[in-house]
């Protein structure tokens, strides 16, 4: 079975400096890797993607990076913000699998 | 607005009842699914359908059962065969195609009286 894990399970930032959320999978085939915002009593938002063919997506604030040899996969935000706090989850949608297996989440707090 | 509508965002169901989450979109994808979130745990798969008429098991189905009638619609019936049903309940919805993002309701959250 394949299994996305966070280990951490919160980390505390101050504002202005980086936050970076990490996630390790145990199977190795995958297609696509995400990244999830949530807040409470609210639904995820899609943050960013990276497919198994990169090693590196970034879009404005957040980058991920994937490192196939390890299996691992962490998700930068530089500069960090308050309105980041939230919880993060990475995800797996991997070839034949139609739905994404989610890690446990992150709880991330940026600090004013 | 495109988007996913989850109702009731709360619900209470006494035990023994069946009870039926709704779950509306209107950004024409084909795809749906169902999740359930337990405190500090990450999102798990109850059902989902690829396409109208058709649907598949997660990994958490038994209690559960689904329809899908139309394209915008996919309902989720909680029975009384499940029961842990208290939790948070998302449904979320992609387009067909490789490297397709899912996007979700806000939520609604089922509590037993």
């Known amino acids: 079975d394949q299994q996305v894990k966070q280990n951490s399970p919160s980390l505390s930032v101050q504002e202005g400096r980086i936050s970076i959320l990490n996630c390790d999978y145990t199977n190795s085939m995958f297609d696509y890797f995400l990244w999830y915002k949530k807040y409470p009593a609210e639904g995820p938002t899609f943050l960013i993607s990276?497919?198994?063919?990169?090693d590196k997506n970034e879009d404005g604030r957040f980058t991920v990076f994937l490192n196939k040899s390890a299996k691992h996969l962490s998700l930068h935000i530089v500069p960090s913000q308050p309105g980041d706090s939230a919880v993060y989850f990475c995800a797996d949608l991997s070839t034949g699998r139609r739905a994404l297996t989610f890690g446990s989440g992150t709880r991330l707090q940026v600090q004013p | 607005d495109g988007g996913i509508t989850q109702s009731p965002k709360y619900l209470f169901r006494k035990e023994g009842q069946n009870v039926t989450l709704s779950c509306e979109q209107n950004?024409?994808?084909?795809?749906m699914y169902w999740y359930r979130q337990d405190p500090g745990q990450g999102l798990r798969l109850i059902y989902y359908?690829?396409?109208?008429?058709?649907?598949q098991k997660g990994d958490i189905a038994e209690g559960y059962s689904v329809s899908r009638e139309k394209k915008e619609s996919f309902p989720l019936t909680v029975t009384s065969a499940q029961k842990n049903p208290t939790a948070f309940y998302l449904c979320a919805s992609s387009a067909t195609g490789d490297n397709q993002p899912q996007h979700f309701g806000d939520g609604t959250r089922l509590s037993i009286l």
């Open positions: 359908s690829q396409i109208v008429n058709d649907f």
């Open positions: 990276i497919s198994s063919i990169k």
């Open positions: 950004l024409n994808h084909d795809a």
